[in-house]
């Protein structure tokens, strides 16, 4: 069995919670994006009005002009997040985490742990409130996909279990455009062939799926059908570990730019050292703002470990996939081939690394006890607050 785990909106309740005038209050937490103006979330007292994630502020302020505009702080939200994760981690050592504000759980051999699964739901909820100070909810599923559609189907606060042999009549009377992986160019196909439902979609023919759809189109009929046999995936067991971010305006600036690969480089590795160990393979992305994307990797011979080798490895990398002129609009930086032996890292600090790591060692028992965003190196910091997202 499955949990899928997903805050309410996430980072207008932790805004709500932090300030008692905005409690019960419409709120817009301003974009990730910044610059371009779109809502990141909204409190529930402004869906009502229709406002939601990814609409232009503008148009949102005009369906919902009692709005109190709040800007992000998503310093605040990943604290928040890796309590999260520690909450439910207690409860099952498989956690996937897809976002900041969302996990799956496999609860397969906890059995005997736990009275039920929704005992395991309502403990959650329990501590995330007492802990965190805002309320999640929780789908029960033995598939993803049901138990993802199921953590929506009562929001806020709620649970939805759906017991083994009901997911395809579960999934049967809801919408298309609730199943996750059917996007809105898929759903207008099946639209003009006047499927509008998630069951009118399983009961069509394969042959006829794959031939509007093809094979994406083929598997996620199968989940439609209540077949989804993928599973959760916790991080250690990931295959890489990467970060990439938007930026609020294309820029070719080189300052700006290698401060952002050092801000991705120092989260890659705080997880990469939460997970594993080191890794041999580096890989860098940059995409142009004419939307083409470059992409380079590189092994090397020896596991890398700290934040300054990956940074000054990613670096050289990068310069060699940018032009020092293109404007770009994206960067990312991932490190992958890992070595799966954690007690091996100890062993580098012996070595002319060990400066390095002895610094993010003491960087990571900060981030630990406050967060992230606690501290940085100094050229992170000309990024300013609203820039260390990714
Ligand atoms: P969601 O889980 O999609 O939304 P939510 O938690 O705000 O609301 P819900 O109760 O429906 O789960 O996204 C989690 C956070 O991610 C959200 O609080 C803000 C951020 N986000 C953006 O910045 N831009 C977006 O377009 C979306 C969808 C989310
Ligand atoms: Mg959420």
Known sequence: MILHVDLDAFFASVEQRDNPKLQGKPVIVGGSLGLRGVVSTSSYEARKFGVHSGMPLARALKLCPNAILVPANFAKYENASEQFTEICS????????????????????TECLWPSLVWVA???????????????????????????IASGFKKPNGITEIPLGREKEFLEPLPIEKLPGCGKKMQEVLKHYGIKGIGDFAAMHPGHVEILLGVHGLSLWKVARGIDSSNVVSQTAAKSISRSTTFPFDTNDPKFLEAKLLYLTERVTRDLRERVAGGKCITVTARSDGFITHSIQRTFTAEIFTAHEIFNKARDLFYKVWDKQTKLRLIGVGISDFNQLKSQFHLFEKDGNSKWLRLEEAE??????YGFSSIFPASVLRLGNNQTAS
């Open 90 to 109: 207690f409860f099952s050592p498989t956690v996937e985490q897809v976002s900041l504000d969302e996990l799956y759980m496999d609860m397969a051999g």
């Open 122 to 148: 309502e403990k959650i909820q329990r501590r995330v409130n007492q802990e965190i100070g805002i309320t999640c909810s929780i789908g029960i599923s033995t598939q993803k996909t049901v138990a993802k």
């Open 364 to 369: 990571d028992k900060v981030r630990n006890k």
